[in-house]
């Protein structure tokens, strides 16, 4: 078996939108001078969706989100011309292939994203060969089910973010992650604006259940230790990039308050990058999301070495490439998960692109023994809300 051919195409949304609202969710660009609110334009509506065949008809399919234009043309110019004409079960030297000819460009960011989605296709073409779903191949089922929390919640109205968890609190789930809106720039009344946010999803959930707190590297770290004290009395499981990824000494200061846990890694790239954030004890749980780290190749080193660690697994996103790893994982106790919903920021577009993502069910998640790789398939009711570029 060879691998014959490598096409990538940009699906780009023409559909119907919803506007996220301004401060829903605090980020990097906050601590930038704007005449804008940066997060109420923030958009990603673009998916790069790569097919690979192989020379006895086998196609695996890839995704990766990040830059999709930009990816696309790495995985043209760059990318397919080193894995045409291999055995995609030289999945190892592949990898290396990709990453070592890209090393002096590459590394972090995009072109480890484009990697990570060919990666994902070739772990596709694996399973469809011998007719097994990804995660038999990476150590099988170590969970009967997969437990998974709810992560939409970003900051907006109060009652509206309480009536939102409380629907999905009455359907079976125990866990939830919010969004703060507000970091450094909105001085003393950011901090009781997020305060007040936090206290009214504890109104709601109480504390039976899980709660988790993103920032999304809005925050920077002077910033952090002040509010980590206020936050410690609402017992976060954790706190999630509270500065900017670069600023991993930042991460280590506040993991080490022991306060309240910090997670981290969405932002993260390959085995070197999270064997860094392990070592300087950065980190309390590990993030990666498989289409950006590296892939599945990557990703599945990075959870053998979380386990030596012990600093569980829960990768960003959700989606099914993130939740083979978790399945065939102990170092992943549990999954983030994205409802279906109308298009917004843009997590939404994968349920629009494909075929095969599992619904939660009272808080949980299966993934079938019976369908081979990943079990996705190319949605082709929404085909007509993409403009795809070829």
Not at 313 to 339: D, K, R
Request: hydrophobic residues 40%.
């Amino acid at each position: 078996m060879k691998i014959k051919s490598v096409r990538a195409r940009v699906f780009q949304w023409k559909g119907k939108t919803v506007p996220p609202q301004g401060n829903f969710c605090s980020n990097a660009m906050d601590l930038v001078y704007s005449n804008t609110e940066s997060m109420s334009t923030f958009r990603f509506h673009s998916w790069t969706v790569v097919e690979i065949e192989t020379d006895d008809g086998i196609v695996g399919i890839g995704n990766v989100a990040l830059a999709p234009k930009i990816a696309k043309a790495i995985i043209d110019e760059y990318l397919a011309p080193l894995v045409i004409g291999q055995d995609p079960w030289d999945y190892e030297y592949l990898w290396q292939r990709m990453y070592r000819a890209t090393h002096a460009w590459g590394r972090k960011g995009v072109t480890m994203a484009a990697i990570s989605a060919v990666d994902l296709a070739i772990w596709d073409i694996l399973g469809k060969s011998v007719n097994k779903p990804v995660f038999k191949l990476l150590g099988g089922r170590t969970k009967e089910k997969i437990p998974c929390y709810y992560s939409k919640l970003y900051r907006t109205d109060l009652k509206e973010m309480q009536d939102e968890a409380q629907k999905f609190l009455d359907q079976g789930f125990t866990a939830f992650k919010m969004r703060f809106g507000y970091g450094p720039a909105h001085l003393q009344h950011g901090v009781k604006e997020n305060l007040k946010s936090v206290e009214a999803i504890r109104e709601v959930i109480g504390y039976d259940n899980d709660l988790m707190l993103e920032c999304y590297m809005g925050w920077n770290l002077e910033y952090a230790k002040r509010m980590l004290p206020k936050l410690a009395k609402f017992e976060p499981r954790w706190l999630e990039e509270p500065v900017i990824a670069d600023d991993i000494d930042g991460y280590a200061e506040l993991n080490n308050m022991n306060i309240i846990p910090i997670s981290g890694g969405e932002h993260e790239f390959s085995l070197y990058g999270f064997k860094q954030l392990l070592d300087k004890k950065a980190v309390s749980v590990v993030q990666y999301d498989t289409n950006r780290v590296g892939g599945i190749t990557a990703a599945h080193k990075i959870n053998a070495l979380c386990e030596a660690y012990s600093v569980p697994v829960i990768p960003h996103a959700g989606q099914m490439h993130n939740y083979h790893l978790t399945m065939s994982t102990i170092a992943s106790p549990m999954a983030e998960y994205f409802p279906i919903f109308d298009v917004e920021v843009g997590n939404e577009l994968f349920w629009y692109i494909f075929d095969g993502e599992p619904i939660a069910d009272n808080g949980f998640l299966q993934l079938r023994d019976d369908v081979p790789g990943l079990g996705l398939s190319l949605k082709t009711e929404y085909l007509d809300q993409f403009d795809i570029i070829e």
